[in-house]
T-cell receptor, first 116, second 113 residues
Framework: AQSVTQPDIHITVSEGASLELRCNYS??????LFWYVQSPGQGLQLLLK??????LVQGIKGFEAEFKRSQSSFNLRKPSVHWSDAAEYFC??????????????FGQGTILTVHP | DAGVTQSPTHLIKTRGQQVTLRCSPK?????VSWYQQALGQGPQFIFQ???????QRGNFPDRFSGHQFPNYSSELNVNALLLGDSALYLC????????????FGPGTRLTVT
């Protein structure tokens, strides 16, 4: 069975500092990997996704993530955090090939607090 | 172009009651998935509907059921509500077999007292 682990429940950074959110997954097949962001009272917004090819993927809002198959990781990074990045971030895994009928498995989430 | 819409925004029910939540997919999408997000947790897949049929189901009891209409909108029904059903219920729409392009609605916050 697939699973996603986000080891950090809560991270606090200063505005302008760099950010890395960790994600480890367990999946028996070739995975699709996603990062979503959720602001209070909002639904999930897709930041970026990885299917194949270049292991460094760029997303919206200046985020990027790197897929490392040997470490089963897909960490999210941003070089300089803005106060508006404060939100909860979710890593998710789905099945490559589109045969999982829409099922995404999410991690528990990491809450990001940004200090001015 | 309207995105995914859900109604109602908030709902308070009593244990043992039944509830129906509604979802309208993004224009052009034909597939709807439902997720339950308990407080402090990530979303959990409930089921997906396509062509008015349930295509896949997560680990949820039969108290959770759904329906998809010919216009692709969908309902989630929960019977015999338990306190543990309190959660944010998210609807996501996509084209069939394109979970890589799922768009999520803002959710319905259900509180069971």
């Amino acid at each position: 069975a697939q699973s996603v682990t986000q080891p950090d429940i809560h991270i606090t950074v200063s505005e302008g500092a760099s950010l890395e959110l960790r994600c480890n997954y367990s999946y028996g097949a070739t995975p699709y990997l996603f990062w979503y962001v959720q602001s209070p009272g909002q639904g999930l917004q897709l930041l970026l996704k990885y299917f194949s090819g270049d292991t460094l993927v760029q997303g919206i809002k200046g985020f990027e993530a790197e897929f490392k198959r040997s470490q089963s990781s897909f960490n999210l990074r941003k070089p300089s955090v803005h106060w508006s990045d404060a939100a909860e971030y979710f890593c998710a895994v789905g099945r490559a090939g589109g045969t999982s009928y829409g099922k995404l498995t999410f991690g528990q989430g990491t809450i990001l607090t940004v200090h001015p | 172009d309207a995105g995914v819409t859900q109604s109602p925004t908030h709902l308070i029910k009593t244990r043992g009651q039944q509830v129906t939540l509604r979802c309208s997919p993004k224009s052009g999408h034909d597939t709807v998935s439902w997720y339950q997000q308990a407080l402090g947790q990530g979303p959990q897949f409930i089921f997906q509907y396509y062509e008015e049929e349930e295509r896949q189901r997560g680990n949820f009891p039969d108290r959770f059921s759904g329906h998809q209409f010919p216009n692709y909108s969908s309902e989630l029904n929960v019977n015999a509500l338990l306190l543990g059903d309190s959660a944010l219920y998210l609807c996501a729409s996509s084209l069939y077999n394109r979970e890589d392009e799922q768009y999520f609605g803002p959710g319905t916050r259900l509180t069971v007292t």
